[in-house]
């Protein structure tokens, strides 16, 4: 399954940024997705996950500023980025998994993922 990244950029704090996965596998549309981030020098961390039904999780930084988001006729998952914080800055990636996410599941949990694209929040 190929998963790709598009829409990242470089914003300055407050703006927004929607980023983009496209799939190629339409048995992902009723599947666990999500989306991670990792920072320089930093683990990877998770952002989001939404299940197939559309019920999303977020970490608790990130919640009621990100929203995720499914295209199942387009095999398009979406995160929507608004009032950006440079700590926010980080290669952002997205991943997909077979079966329910049940939260906000682990690295190992995911079959799948990007490449990557990079976000950059700087004044």
């Known amino acids: 399954v190929q998963l790709r990244e598009s829409g990242g950029g470089s914003v300055q704090p407050g703006g927004s940024l929607r980023l983009e996965c496209t799939y190629s596998?339409?048995?992902?549309?009723?599947?666990?997705m999500g989306w991670f981030r990792q920072s320089p020098g930093k683990a990877r961390e998770t952002v989001a996950s939404i299940e197939s039904d559309g019920t999303a999780t977020y970490r608790g930084t990130v919640r009621g500023r990100f929203t995720i988001s499914k295209d199942d006729a387009r095999n398009i998952l979406y995160l929507e980025m608004n009032n950006l914080f440079p700590e926010d800055t980080g290669t952002y990636y997205c991943?997909?998994?077979?079966?329910?996410?049940?939260?906000?599941?682990?690295?190992?949990?995911?079959?799948?993922w990007g490449q990557g694209t990079q976000v950059t929040v700087s004044s």
């Open positions: 596998q339409t048995t992902y549309n009723n599947a666990c």
């Open positions: 991943a997909a998994a077979y079966g329910y996410c049940l939260g906000l599941p682990m690295e190992s949990r995911y079959d799948s």
